[in-house]
């Protein structure tokens, strides 16, 4: 008799998030569990091989990952927008009106 394990499949939406709770047999992998989800039907934008990225628990795998018992497989929808350039632009702006923001009322006495 092989042992089972339970595992989420989840797919975050901009308005929602997709979490389906599945039983596992023992040994399966990340690849495995994703199909059995029927996430892959149900959002055929999802393109493991080229844009989305694979995580358990916040930590990037590869499809090929053995599964343990309760881990949460996240399928990862690609980036928007770069964090590091955000912050970049963030901070240039900031120095243009730090160095700009003077208007000389207050800076004569």
Partial sequence: MSDSINVEVCY???DRQEIVRLKMPEGCT???AIDASGLLQKHPEIDLAK???LGVFAKLVKADTV???KDRIEIYRPLIADPKEV???RAEEGKVMKKGG???ED???
Avoid: E, F, M
């Fill in 87 to 89: 912050r970049r632009k």
């Fill in 30 to 32: 990340v690849q495995r």
């Fill in 12 to 14: 975050a939406l901009r």
């Fill in 107 to 109: 800076s004569a006495v």
């Fill in 67 to 69: 599964l343990r018992d």
């Fill in 102 to 104: 003077g208007t000389g």
């Fill in 51 to 53: 844009t989305n990225k």
